[in-house]
T-cell receptor
Framework: EAGVAQSPRYKIIEKRQSVAFWCNPI?????LYWYQQILGQGPKLLIQ????????DSQLPKDRFSAERLKGVDSTLKIQPAKLEDSAVYLC????????????FGPGTRLTVL | KQEVTQIPAALSVPEGENLVLNCSFT??????LQWFRQDPGKGLTSLLL?????REQTSGRLNASLDKSSGRSTLYIAASQPGDSATYLC?????????????FGKGTKLSVKP
């Protein structure tokens, strides 16, 4: 079974530029998550989708971050404009719906903002 | 606001030693607790999940315990091996309704020397 795919793996941009990350969840997983992991910290949930609807985006900085999940499968996370403090690893995870569903994580995208 | 703390931040042990990693959380009203492993440049791998009604879970050389009332969990690794070297993260889920909103600690970086 293929795992969660993310691209690109690495991205370096200048501050105030925009950037987009892509995630392809495990086939059949209705729930998709985006996390931000700053160096030395644990991951922090940014947004959770159930199919193509948003379940929780309370920690998403909506003035600069946006995410969508068209057709309930792939998802993109966008930052516009980027700030220095956005440098982090962006992790995507997916799970089956249900109370005991394990989250499966992708390898992440490492973003460096100069 | 729920906070998760992991002690120690880093640990180095010789191969074959048994070891304990600690996790504490400030709000005992959790739905479940999970232990993850993170290897450099890779995503997270779920190791053990303990429901709030459970006391412990075991998988191979790993045993995780949960004392919800005192806000503590431990991850016991028996007969450590160099392949166990990684960062171990503890995460709590605050409620059944928001079980996807995992709140992570900063992790313990484990190094097992041959």
């Amino acid at each position: 079974e293929a795992g969660v795919a993310q691209s690109p793996r690495y991205k370096i941009i200048e501050k105030r530029q925009s950037v987009a990350f892509w995630c392809n969840p495990i086939s059949g997983h209705a729930t998709l998550y985006w996390y931000q992991q700053i160096l030395g910290q644990g991951p922090k949930l940014l947004i959770q989708f159930q199919n193509n609807g948003v379940v929780d985006d309370s920690q998403l900085p909506k003035d600069r971050f946006s995410a969508e999940r068209l057709k309930g499968v792939d998802s993109t996370l966008k930052i516009q404009p980027a700030k220095l403090e956005d440098s982090a690893v962006y992790l995507c995870a997916s799970s089956l719906p249900g109370v005991l569903s394990e989250q499966f994580f992708g390898p992440g995208t490492r973003l460096t903002v100069l | 606001k729920q906070e998760v703390t992991q002690i120690p931040a880093a640990l180095s042990v010789p191969e074959g030693e048994n070891l304990v990693l600690n996790c504490s959380f400030t709000d005992s009203a959790i739905y479940n607790l999970q232990w993850f492993r993170q290897d450099p440049g890779k995503g997270l791998t779920s190791l053990l999940l303990i429901q709030s009604s459970q006391r412990e879970q075991t998988s191979g050389r790993l045993n995780a315990s949960l004392d919800k009332s005192s806000g503590r969990s431990t991850l016991y690794i028996a007969a450590s091996q160099p392949g166990d070297s990684a960062t171990y993260l503890c995460a709590v889920s605050p409620s059944r309704e928001s079980q996807g909103n995992l709140i992570f600690g900063k992790g313990t970086k484990l190094s097992v020397k041959p």
